[in-house]
C-alpha cells in the first residue's frame, strides 16, 4: 500500500513538473520604429481582446507606417495613428467596442484607444499616456478610455517626443508636434526578439 501510495505521489508530482516547463504564452508584442527612436509594446491580449485584434489587423495591413503623432501634450498623453504627415487623414475600419471595463487603468506607459465622445467609435488612432490618468479611467456614469496594452521598452524615446515644441498644423489649434514624428513601421514581434 505504502508503494502504491509513493507511486501516485511520484507521478503527480512528475505531472506537476511537466506543467511547469510548458511554456507560458506570454502576451503579444509590437514594435513602433519612429522617426525618433523604437518602442516596444506589451498587449493586454486576454484583458482587451477585441481591441487588441483591431490593433493588430491595423499593423498587419502596415496601416501605422507614415502616420504622425498629431497631439502630445507633456504630462498627459501621446497620440498617434491617424494622419500622415500632410494631415490627411487616413481611411479607417468601422468602430469598435469600448472594452473600457477590463479592469485595466490609464498608468503611465499605457496605451489606449482614441475616440469621440461615443464610447464605442475608437477606430485606428490610439495614445500613450505620459502620466497616470485616472481620470480616463472607466468610472460611474463615465465610459472610460480602453487600455489594450504597454510600452515596455523605449518609453524614454516617447519621453523625448513629449519635448518637442507644439503649436498648430494641419487642421489642429494646438499641440501638434512642430517637427515631425513619425512611426515608420510597426511589426509583431516575439517576446525576446
Do not use: C, W
Not at 477585441?50 to 507606417?65: I, K, S
Amino acid at each position: 500500500m505504502i508503494d502504491a501510495g509513493r507511486r501516485i505521489a511520484a507521478a503527480a508530482l512528475a505531472a506537476t513538473l511537466a506543467l511547469a516547463t510548458l511554456p507560458v504564452a506570454a502576451d503579444t508584442q509590437v514594435r513602433l520604429n519612429t522617426s525618433h527612436g523604437t518602442i516596444l509594446i506589451e498587449l493586454f491580449d486576454d484583458k482587451a481582446p477585441a481591441t487588441v485584434d483591431n490593433f493588430l489587423a491595423y499593423v498587419g495591413d502596415g496601416f501605422y507606417e507614415d502616420t504622425i503623432f498629431h497631439r502630445v501634450i507633456p504630462g498627459f498623453v501621446a497620440q498617434v495613428g491617424g494622419f500622415t504627415a500632410d494631415f490627411e487623414r487616413k481611411a479607417s475600419r468601422a468602430p469598435i467596442e469600448n472594452e473600457a471595463d477590463n479592469g485595466l487603468q490609464n498608468r503611465r506607459g499605457t496605451l489606449s484607444m482614441a475616440r469621440t465622445n461615443d464610447p464605442d467609435s475608437a477606430t485606428s488612432q490610439f495614445f500613450i499616456n505620459l502620466a497616470d490618468n485616472d481620470f480616463l479611467d472607466r468610472q460611474a456614469g463615465k465610459p472610460g478610455y480602453a487600455v489594450f496594452g504597454r510600452v515596455i521598452e523605449g518609453l524614454d524615446n516617447v519621453e523625448t517626443i513629449a519635448t518637442i515644441p507644439t503649436g498648430a498644423a494641419g487642421p489642429f489649434r494646438q499641440d501638434v508636434p512642430l517637427e515631425t514624428v513619425r512611426i515608420e513601421s510597426a511589426t509583431i514581434v516575439k517576446p525576446g526578439e
